[in-house]
């Protein structure tokens, strides 16, 4: 049994939303776009499972999210794909890729072809298990990448009202899921081995001033162990995580974020990797010219710093889909991809942005003691990376049109003193 197509999407996350959308944009035909996904339902915004969707009240749920609101453009509900004649093949797992027949297996035994193929199979999350603790199968322990570890922490959130909360990992969704718990009326001790919470990006200070911030709406942090097993009741239920430091913390549920793997298993052997991800070209074009990767699993070259890089975030995996798409349906006529790294979190009523890179030497500037905080990174004599706490969309654009252009810094004491305001000059 078998179908073939002219572009086949691997994975039905955040960029395959975005480059369905973009290949109707340029005009792809009826019946010849497909999309398989393991997940039962089609793109959605993933960044809403760790925010809207964990509320207390009036919680974000499908379709409100599904791709491409996030960009503020068009919902791309089921009945979107319909009329477009893209077929979704949904709750389908890709068991086997043959990069040089040009086919896909999937797990229901279906042989599905393709002209071009684009991976975008994301990533997965790590597990406890990968770090020799055992436990991650208990009932009351959570793991968040998808809907149905959302739905999962939803219902293990309202079946411990009040009670106490074990976060275990200081990085994206620790932070942003020790904030939903707060909201939740959940008591929340956060472990992680690190110095300070968000140590791939934050510099110490501005790490104090968030751990500072959490704490004033009740969360405890624990820093520089990890947890070294769980103690469990009957029920397969977790009743306290036990550190390495030999302290005891009693918990009604565990929530765990301690980072992710790309999904390039399938293409080991196949394509090239580089950086843990699918190695692309400027055109996000892989070893194999007939086959693009683009978010998560893409390793790209950052333009603007001369590396290949593979990024996590939202934003990359939008545009990257989109560039891809652009360059398979346009070929020759379109340019490299040149993107500024951009992240962002939101949690309670804060909210921050981050363009570029944060390496050499860190400037900070603004009210740490306030509400509106930021630093600029310097290397090599020149503005490389900012990041600013609760900006205006003015400020956030002039930050990010100030990394970019990559201006000249001769006097680190001169950017300090100008903060913001040299954002805004440039
Ligand atoms: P994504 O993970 O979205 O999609 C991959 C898809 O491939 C999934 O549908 C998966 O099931 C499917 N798949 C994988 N292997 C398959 C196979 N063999 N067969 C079939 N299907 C397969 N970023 C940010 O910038 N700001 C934010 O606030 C957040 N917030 C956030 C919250 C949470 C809870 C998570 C988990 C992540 C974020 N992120 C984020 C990160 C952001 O969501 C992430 O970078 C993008 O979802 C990446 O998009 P991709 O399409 O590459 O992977
Ligand atoms: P992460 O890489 O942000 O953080 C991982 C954290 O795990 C580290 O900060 C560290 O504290 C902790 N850790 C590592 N090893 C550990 C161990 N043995 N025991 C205990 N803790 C350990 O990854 P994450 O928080 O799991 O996020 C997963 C993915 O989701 C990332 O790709 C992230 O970019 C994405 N995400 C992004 C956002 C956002 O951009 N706002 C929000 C949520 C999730």
Same mark, same amino acid.
């Given at each position: 049994?078998?179908?073939?197509?002219?572009?086949?999407?691997?994975?039905?996350?955040?960029?395959?939303?975005?480059?369905?959308?973009?290949?109707?944009?340029?005009?792809?035909?009826?019946?010849?776009?497909?999309?398989?996904?393991?997940?039962?339902?089609?793109?959605?915004?993933?960044?809403?499972?760790?925010?809207?969707?964990?509320?207390?009240?009036?919680?974000?749920?499908?379709?409100?999210?599904?791709?491409?609101?996030?960009?503020?453009?068009?919902?791309?509900?089921?009945?979107?794909?319909?009329?477009?004649?893209?077929?979704?093949?949904?709750?389908?797992?890709?068991?086997?890729?043959?990069?040089?027949?040009?086919? %896909?297996?999937?797990?229901?035994?279906?042989?599905?072809?393709?002209?071009?193929?684009?991976?975008?199979?994301?990533?997965?999350?790590?597990?406890?298990?990968?770090?020799?603790?055992?436990?991650?199968? &208990?009932?009351?322990?959570?793991?968040?990448?998808?809907?149905?570890?959302?739905?999962?922490?939803?219902?293990?959130?309202?079946?411990?009202?009040?009670?106490?909360?074990?976060?275990?990992?200081?990085?994206?969704?620790?932070?942003?899921? &020790?904030?939903?718990?707060?909201?939740?009326?959940?008591?929340?001790?956060?472990?992680?081995?690190?110095?300070?919470?968000?140590?791939? %990006?934050?510099?110490?200070?501005?790490?104090?001033?968030?751990?500072?911030?959490?704490?004033?709406?009740?969360?405890?942090?624990?820093?520089?162990?990890?947890?070294?097993?769980?103690?469990?009741?009957?029920?397969?239920?977790?009743?306290?995580?036990?550190?390495?430091?030999?302290?005891?913390?009693?918990?009604?549920?565990?929530?765990?974020?301690?980072?992710?793997?790309?999904?390039?298993?399938?293409?080991?052997?196949?394509?090239?990797?580089?950086?843990?991800?699918?190695?692309?070209?400027?055109?996000?074009?892989?070893?194999?010219?007939?086959?693009? &990767?683009?978010?998560?699993?893409?390793?790209?070259?950052?333009?603007?710093?001369?590396?290949?890089?593979?990024?996590?975030?939202?934003?990359?995996?939008?545009?990257?889909?989109?560039? &891809?798409?652009?360059?398979?349906?346009?070929?020759?006529?379109?340019?490299?991809?040149?993107?500024?790294?951009?992240?962002?979190?939101?949690?309670?009523?804060?909210?921050?942005?981050?363009?570029?890179?944060?390496?050499?030497?860190?400037?900070?500037?603004?009210?740490?003691?306030?509400?509106?905080?930021?630093?600029?990174?310097?290397?090599?004599?020149?503005?490389?990376?900012?990041? %600013?706490?609760?900006?205006?969309?003015?400020?956030?654009?002039?930050?990010?049109?100030?990394?970019?252009?990559?201006?000249?810094?001769?006097?680190?004491?001169?950017?300090?003193?100008?903060?913001?305001?040299?954002?805004?000059?440039?």
């Amino acid at each position: 049994m078998g179908r073939a197509f002219v572009y086949v999407i691997l994975g039905g996350g955040v960029a395959a939303g975005y480059a369905a959308l973009e290949f109707t944009k340029r005009g792809v035909s009826p019946g010849e776009l497909c999309i398989i996904s393991e997940e039962p339902v089609p793109p959605y915004e993933r960044p809403a499972l760790s925010k809207g969707y964990l509320l207390p009240e009036a919680p974000a749920r499908l379709p409100s999210f599904h791709t491409c609101v996030g960009a503020n453009e068009e919902r791309l509900t089921p009945k979107w794909y319909k009329e477009h004649g893209i077929e979704l093949v949904l709750g389908s797992q890709v068991k086997s890729a043959d990069v040089r027949r040009k086919t %896909l297996l999937t797990a229901a035994g279906e042989t599905i072809s393709y002209k071009i193929l684009i991976i975008a199979t994301g990533a997965r999350a790590l597990k406890l298990e990968e770090f020799g603790v055992n436990g991650s199968y &208990a009932e009351n322990v959570c793991y968040l990448r998808d809907l149905a570890d959302a739905n999962r922490l939803v219902n293990v959130m309202q079946s411990c009202g009040g009670g106490n909360a074990v976060v275990i990992g200081g990085g994206y969704i620790g932070m942003e899921c &020790a904030a939903s718990l707060v909201i939740n009326k959940i008591n929340v001790t956060m472990v992680f081995p690190e110095a300070h919470c968000m140590a791939r %990006l934050f510099t110490p200070k501005i790490s104090s001033y968030y751990e500072e911030y959490y704490k004033s709406k009740g969360v405890k942090f624990i820093k520089g162990t990890v947890l070294s097993s769980f103690d469990n009741d009957s029920n397969v239920k977790v009743t306290a995580v036990n550190l390495r430091d030999g302290s005891r913390l009693p918990a009604d549920m565990v929530v765990v974020g301690i980072g992710i793997r790309p999904n390039t298993s399938l293409f080991e052997g196949q394509l090239t990797l580089e950086k843990g991800g699918i190695k692309v070209n400027g055109h996000l074009q892989s070893s194999n010219s007939s086959v693009y &990767a683009v978010g998560d699993v893409a390793a790209f070259p950052v333009k603007l710093f001369g590396e290949t890089r593979r990024l996590e975030h939202v934003d990359s995996a939008r545009k990257s889909a989109r560039h &891809a798409v652009a360059s398979i349906m346009e070929a020759g006529k379109i340019g490299e991809f040149d993107y500024l790294p951009f992240f962002y979190s939101r949690v309670f009523t804060s909210s921050w942005q981050f363009y570029g890179d944060n390496s050499g030497e860190v400037v900070h500037f603004g009210d740490y003691s306030g509400s509106t905080v930021g630093a600029y990174w310097v290397s090599n004599g020149h503005l490389v990376g900012s990041f %600013l706490e609760g900006g205006t969309k003015e400020e956030y654009e002039a930050m990010a049109k100030a990394t970019r252009v990559k201006p000249v810094i001769e006097d680190l004491s001169e950017l300090e003193r100008q903060g913001l305001g040299f954002a805004l000059a440039v």
